[in-house]
């Protein structure tokens, strides 16, 4: 039974699953949209929006607090550094849903579905 058990495991340990997730959302900052598949998405498609709602609210106070729980996430200076200065104004009056997933097809090798997450302009 999966009573009470949250978020999508997709069969990898918790430090790898982390990593993972790490990695996908620090991609999808860098380029503002990635190709991954359906799991894979909806896996860090909250996180990543909880993290653009954090950058707006810390851009809002000049907050150095805000700026390291996202750095705590992401690992990466500039690409942080981008979600602050570039990604949370843009999307400053938006109260959520920052995010797209445009579906496109299976994958030939696994059959696995792919979609196209990117940040809504």
Do not use: C, W
């Amino acid at each position: 039974m999966r009573h009470r058990v949250a978020g999508r495991h997709l069969n990898r340990s918790v430090a790898h699953r982390t990593a993972l997730f790490r990695n996908l959302m620090t991609e999808l900052f860098r380029h503002e949209r990635i190709k991954t598949t359906k799991a894979k998405a909806l896996g860090i498609r909250s996180q990543a929006e909880r993290l653009i709602t954090t950058a707006k609210r810390g851009k809002a106070r000049g907050g150095v607090h805000e700026r390291r729980q996202v750095a705590a996430v992401l690992r990466d200076r500039a690409v942080v550094k981008k979600l602050f200065d570039e990604i949370a104004p843009r999307f400053a009056e938006r109260p959520g849903g920052y995010t797209r997933i445009v579906r496109l097809g299976r994958r030939l090798g696994d059959g696995a579905e792919m979609v196209v997450l990117e940040l809504i302009e």
